[in-house]
């Protein structure tokens, strides 16, 4: 299996940006699609974006396309989040994912998590 590492999370004004990085180990990293989920207080969670093992195909939520871009480096076993734009709304913990399934980002599931990062946009 692989594990997942967030990191990049915190408090930006709105309108500002932030990176997420997420490391991953164990299994090969190029093995697994991956994938951002969030949740924010009192919702449920909800998919974010996601990258196939290649990189060459993503796929995002409405609520963040065009504002957030998903990427990768297999030689680094890293996938980040770049978010730009940021509204209050986008306040939530972060969540980091891997899977074998990609049509799995589409059910709103995956198979491995880390813990999160918490991003929080202040109005």
């Known amino acids: 299996q692989v594990q997942v590492v967030e990191s990049g999370g915190g408090l930006v004004q709105a309108g500002g940006s932030l990176r997420l990085s997420c490391a991953a180990s164990?299994?090969?990293?190029?093995?697994?699609?991956m994938g951002w989920f969030r949740q924010a207080p009192g919702k449920e969670r909800e998919f974010v974006a996601a990258?196939?093992?290649?990189?060459?195909?993503?796929r995002y939520a409405d609520s963040v396309k065009g504002r957030f871009t998903i990427s990768r480096s297999n030689a680094k076993n890293t996938v980040y989040l770049q978010m730009n734009s940021l509204k209050p709304e986008d306040t939530a913990v972060y969540y980091c994912?891997?899977?074998?399934?990609?049509?799995?980002?589409?059910?709103?599931?995956?198979?491995?998590w880390g813990q999160g990062t918490q991003v929080t946009v202040s109005s």
């Open positions: 994912t891997a899977t074998n399934v990609y049509s799995d980002y589409g059910k709103g599931r995956s198979d491995y």
């Open positions: 164990g299994r090969t990293f190029s093995d697994y699609h």
């Open positions: 990258v196939t093992w290649t990189g060459g195909s993503t």
